[in-house]
């Protein structure tokens, strides 16, 4: 902001990231990632698990859970992280995950330049994101411009749709304002 550049973010909205975790491709990536000694016992972690839902004081009968991490579980948020450790990332897009909370961000003088980087980068993660089953929440996901400017970057689309423009983010519990004066942060 300093040198004058245009920071445009958009912070993606994977829906019910934890549990449409396809399973079949967690046990791929184990295979691909990790040594033979901890494949069998992840995947026996993750297969032939069961659930049922409770409504009152009835149950109904088991199922098998033929997606998602076990929530609550230490492994649970590991899992997540072997599952997306492939996403793809560029020279000129910073990367920022923590489990299932994903920004992406772009900077350059001109902010049509900003957006056009960003905008080639999520064309790129849509076809990453369908070919795991992740589904993104386009009009939960959010951008924003970081700029001492009056202008902001131009919009961008995910999943054929535009993403919502906002003028203050929370992520990973941090209020970031487009002016970055974290007012709302300490507020």
Known sequence: MDAGKFCTAVFVDMAQAFDKVWIPGLI???RTLLPPEFHGVLESFLQERTFSVRCG???SSLREANAGVPQGSVLGPMLFQLYTSDMPT?????????VDDTALVAVNKNPNT??????EHLVFLEDWFKKWRFKINQQKSTQITFTLKKRSCPRVKLNGGYVPVVNEVKYLGVHLDKRLCWKDHIN
């Not at 900003?114 to 905008?119: E, G, I, K």
């Open 28 to 30: 791929h990536k184990i």
């Open 114 to 119: 900003a957006s056009r980087v960003l905008q």
């Open 90 to 98: 560029s020279d000129e897009v910073m990367t920022a995950t923590y």
């Open 57 to 59: 004081s009835a149950y």
